[in-house]
């Protein structure tokens, strides 16, 4: 399994932007190249809501209809990061906000990874 390490999250006024960072460190015999990464999120009294995720190839994303237009997903393997790059953000958007791996493309259709960062909080609010 990989380590992540998620960091961006702050507090934002609605409209406004931030950047989130997955890094990884590859303490596996597979390489970053290898996994699927999908971002996850989980507000005070809300259940877990799977919110991006991007293929191991890079060659495929998904998003939430609550995010899709606003958020986009990112890899770049050779800085062993993931990035999620939200715009627009809407207070319904506060959560805590995960990285997870997992070696199967699969995952990307739930929110059962392999592999979760500590999360990182994201606060959206006037």
């Known amino acids: 399994q990989l380590q992540l390490v998620e960091s961006g999250g702050g507090l934002v006024q609605p409209g406004g932007s931030l950047r989130l960072s997955c890094a990884a460190s590859?303490?596996?015999?597979?390489?970053?190249?290898?996994?699927?990464i999908g971002w996850v999120r989980q507000a005070p009294g809300k259940e877990r809501e799977g919110v991006s995720c991007?293929?191991?190839?890079?060659?495929?994303?998904n998003y939430a209809d609550s995010v899709k237009g606003r958020f986009t997903i990112s890899r770049d393997n050779a800085k062993k990061t993931v990035y999620l790059q939200m715009n627009s953000l809407k207070p319904e958007d506060t959560a805590v906000y995960y990285c997870?791996?997992?070696?199967?493309?699969?995952?990307?259709?739930?929110?059962?990874?392999?592999?979760w960062g500590q999360g990182t909080q994201v606060t959206v609010s006037s």
């Open positions: 997870a791996a997992d070696l199967d493309d699969a995952a990307c259709h739930g929110t059962d990874f392999e592999s």
């Open positions: 590859e303490y596996t015999e597979f390489t970053l190249d290898y996994y699927a």
């Open positions: 991007i293929s191991a190839s890079g060659g495929s994303t």
